[in-house]
């Protein structure tokens, strides 16, 4: 596949920004979305955000932004998958560009880290598996990081594709 905003495994931000731009006014205009956006580059990663640390957020704010935010953010996510297909990125690198709206992903962040440790200590206590609800793969490794180093326990996904779960085993245990 082509990657033309990937050389020697690394992401040429500018040119990805200036195709992103291009992308974002062409897609907002056709839309008729009231919305203005800010890119941001991040060149170093602090602590708390280490589950997930985009090189490139697009952070949406107008009077559309709650449009972008209903049914779990739906619509955000559906406008940061055409961007990444739009910019003919691999998979590999889509961990590098996130959208945000009214710090929807933070809030998302501390939404599953909670629910990775409540999951936990559950498991720990019943020492019965504990299954989520299908996730998107970032939400995935979110849980999967968070319950790395918990004891107790250990990390699976099943399922394929949009159904896909991650389930929570007590250790030692299939």
Same mark, same amino acid.
């Given at each position: ?7 020697? &495994?690394?992401?040429?931000? @500018?040119?990805?920004? /200036? ?11 056709? /839309? ?17 955000? /280490? @589950? ?9 704010? &107008? ?6 935010? $209903? ?31 009214? &710090? ?6 501390? $939404? ?8 936990? $200590? ?33 990390? /699976?996904?099943?399922?394929? &594709?949009?159904?896909?779960? @991650? ?8």
């Amino acid at each position: 596949m082509l990657q033309p905003f990937v050389q020697d &495994g690394k992401i040429d931000r @500018v040119a990805l920004t /200036a195709e992103l731009r291009r992308f974002l006014d062409l897609a907002l205009a056709s /839309a008729r979305f009231e919305l203005a956006y800010e890119i941001r580059l991040r060149d170093s990663v602090a602590a708390e955000d /280490a @589950v997930e640390s985009p090189e490139v957020e697009v952070v949406f704010r &107008g009077r559309d932004q709650d449009l972008l935010l $209903e049914r779990n953010a739906e619509l955000l996510q559906a406008l940061e998958y055409i961007a990444l297909r739009w910019l003919r990125l691999d998979p590999h690198f889509y961990d590098h560009v996130r959208f945000d709206s009214g &710090g929807y992903r933070a809030l998302r962040i501390e $939404e599953l880290k909670l629910s990775a440790r409540v999951a936990a $200590e559950r498991v720990r206590e019943t020492r019965q598996p504990f299954r989520f609800n299908p996730m998107s793969s970032r939400e995935r490794r979110i849980i999967h990081l968070v319950l790395k180093e918990q004891p107790g326990v250990r990390t /699976a996904s099943e399922g394929v &594709g949009e159904q896909r779960q @991650v389930i929570v085993y007590p250790a030692g245990k299939n």
